[in-house]
């Protein structure tokens, strides 16, 4: 049914006007803005927080978890910057965060053992995720990009970054489960661990859950993405409402 707003709309009573996205600049951006532009949204796309919940991209990976460029430069918000596949390479060719095969015009994350992962321990295997992850469900700790149970009443919950995790792990040392304190360390893992090539990604963020972010098919995105200027934003389900992700 829908609400008195959407009703008023419909009668006429209330006009809405259309929204800007945040995604297109209000200026063309040229020069070494473009290119810093690029980079990002092009990191940001492969970025953990990312990967670990978008089935299309690691869909299109191939065994070393390269990407074809043609692949990113067809994605809505590379093409809303440019179409020129070369000048994409250029823009990360000396990223950190992603190794480019210039003469295979591909894209992979650059793989590398990071501190991002928190052992919560004396936590029952067998109990409730949801219970589990309201235990970090505050704003003194960083958003938790996946959580598992293991053998042994341990739980691994993932975080974007080591300095991400640290935060976490001075927030969970004075947690309790059911009364008891529980114990935490750091965990040191391969960014790409759970990322099948050519599967949709395991261990997703919310629960193990994935969207597929709006590549310019028609499809909506539900997920957060990188705006060119710098700044997440999340599109939320009926249109591309702009919301901090």
């Known amino acids: 049914m829908a609400s008195s707003k959407e009703a008023q709309a419909q009668n006429g009573e209330e006009q809405k006007k259309?929204?800007?996205?945040?995604?297109?600049?209000?200026?063309?951006?040229?020069?070494?803005?473009?290119?810093?532009?690029?980079?990002?949204?092009?990191?940001y796309y492969f970025s953990r927080e990312n990967l670990y919940?978008?089935?299309f991209l690691v869909g299109k990976m191939d065994a070393q978890?390269?990407?074809?460029v043609s692949v990113i430069a067809d994605f809505?918000?590379?093409k809303q910057l440019t179409t020129d596949q070369a000048l994409i390479l250029d823009c990360v060719?000396?990223?950190?965060?992603?190794?480019?095969?210039?003469?295979?015009?591909?894209?992979?994350?650059?793989?590398?053992?990071?501190?991002?992962?928190?052992?919560?321990?004396?936590i029952p295997s067998a109990a409730n995720e949801a219970d589990v992850k309201?235990?970090?469900?505050?704003?003194?700790?960083?958003?938790?990009?996946?959580?598992?149970s293991d053998v042994g009443d341990n739980?691994?919950?993932?975080?974007?970054t080591e300095e991400a995790t640290k935060e976490a792990l001075n927030f969970a040392k004075n947690l309790k489960w059911e009364g008891k304190p529980i114990g935490c360390a750091i965990k040191s893992e391969n960014l790409l661990k759970g990322l099948t090539p050519g599967s949709p990604p395991k261990g997703g963020?919310?629960?193990?859950?994935?969207?597929?972010?709006?590549?310019?098919?028609g499809a909506y995105s539900y997920g957060a993405y990188m705006g060119p200027d710098g700044q997440q934003y999340r599109h939320n389900r009926g249109g591309q409402r702009p919301g901090r992700g």
């Not at 978890?65 to 074809?68: I, R």
Request: overall charge positive; glycine content about 6%; hydrophobic content about 35%.
């Open 155 to 160: 739980w691994f919950a993932q975080f974007e």
């Open 205 to 217: 963020a919310g629960g193990g859950g994935y969207y597929v972010p709006n590549y310019g098919n």
């Open 53 to 55: 919940q978008d089935a």
């Open 93 to 122: 060719k000396d990223s950190t965060k992603v190794v480019v095969d210039l003469p295979n015009k591909k894209i992979k994350p650059v793989a590398v053992n990071a501190r991002t992962t928190l052992i919560l321990r004396n």
């Open 18 to 43: 259309p929204e800007q996205t945040p995604t297109t600049p209000p200026v063309k951006l040229e020069g070494d803005e473009l290119k810093d532009a690029i980079k990002k949204q092009v990191e």
């Open 76 to 78: 809505k918000m590379v």
């Open 65 to 68: 978890h390269f990407v074809e």
């Open 134 to 148: 309201a235990l970090l469900a505050d704003d003194k700790c960083p958003k938790v990009l996946a959580l598992r």
